[in-house]
């Protein structure tokens, strides 16, 4: 799929998801324990929204890792992958 044609892995936009997923799941838990005051309310909102969150944030890491726009290109970079296509 064309979208998905960006400049890193599956792997590392997963675990980017993941460790971006922990600090706003602990953020979470914390306002909805403040605004409930009961943990086992926040414990449950934390631990849906973390399943939803992490594939909302992973396909926008996709999509973004796409778009070429705002990328600046260093030209010894540039070079190394024109020496890649030649041999």
């Given at each position: 799929?064309?979208?998905?044609?960006?400049?890193e892995?599956h792997?590392?936009s997963?675990?980017?998801a993941?460790s971006?997923?922990?600090?706003g799941?602990?953020?979470t838990?914390l306002?909805?324990?403040?605004?409930?005051?009961n943990p086992?309310?926040?414990?449950?909102?934390a631990?849906?929204?973390?399943?939803?969150?992490?594939?909302l944030?992973?396909?926008?890491?996709?999509i973004?890792?796409?778009?070429?726009w705002?990328?600046?290109?260093?030209?010894e970079?540039a070079?190394?992958?024109?020496?890649?296509?030649?041999?």
């Amino acid at each position: 799929m064309f979208l998905f044609k960006g400049h890193e892995t599956h792997s590392r936009s997963f675990v980017k998801a993941t460790s971006w997923r922990v600090l706003g799941s602990v953020d979470t838990f914390l306002l909805s324990w403040l605004f409930t005051g009961n943990p086992a309310a926040a414990g449950a909102i934390a631990t849906t929204e973390v399943i939803t969150k992490m594939a909302l944030y992973y396909g926008h890491e996709r999509i973004w890792a796409s778009i070429h726009w705002g990328f600046k290109e260093h030209p010894e970079e540039a070079q190394t992958v024109e020496q890649g296509k030649d041999q």
